[in-house]
């Protein structure tokens, strides 16, 4: 069971990043370039873990879909990024296949 715990930090881990690289200003900012720079580093730390008892396709399928999700709300939410319908069903088929994954994949490791 730990490897979901792993890859839940190494999602949130990839999300700071991710989210931090706006501030980085081309990673002229200290700070922010620190924090993208830590994430990142820490996000495929945590995703190596997770490798070792789950399958790369599935652990990658689960991470850049759960991924994407949040940067999107986190960038319509605290950037002011507006979302459209086509936007909100490409959302929503992101989770949905995620969800597919998990609950019907005999792939993934429960």
Same mark, same amino acid.
């Given at each position: 069971?730990?490897?979901?715990? $792993?890859? +839940?930090?190494?999602?949130?881990?990839?999300?700071?990043?991710?989210?931090? %690289?706006?501030?980085?200003?081309? $990673?002229?900012? !200290?700070?922010? +370039?620190? %924090?993208?720079?830590?994430?990142?580093?820490?996000? $495929? $730390?945590?995703?190596?873990?997770?490798?070792?008892?789950?399958?790369?396709?599935?652990?990658?399928?689960?991470? +850049?879909?759960?991924?994407?999700? %949040?940067?999107?709300?986190?960038?319509?939410?605290? !950037?002011?990024?507006?979302?459209?319908?086509?936007?909100?069903?490409? %959302?929503?088929?992101?989770?949905?296949?995620?969800?597919? !994954?998990?609950?019907?994949?005999?792939?993934?490791?429960?």
């Amino acid at each position: 069971m730990s490897h979901w715990l $792993f890859l +839940s930090i190494a999602i949130i881990s990839e999300v700071v990043a991710t989210s931090a %690289l706006k501030s980085s200003a081309g $990673f002229t900012q !200290l700070w922010p +370039s620190l %924090l993208v720079i830590a994430g990142y580093s820490a996000a $495929f $730390f945590f995703l190596s873990l997770t490798l070792k008892t789950m399958p790369v396709g599935i652990a990658y399928a689960i991470w +850049s879909g759960v991924g994407i999700v %949040l940067i999107t709300l986190i960038a319509w939410l605290v !950037l002011g990024q507006s979302l459209d319908g086509p936007a909100i069903v490409g %959302l929503g088929l992101i989770i949905a296949g995620v969800v597919v !994954l998990n609950v019907f994949s005999k792939s993934a490791i429960n």
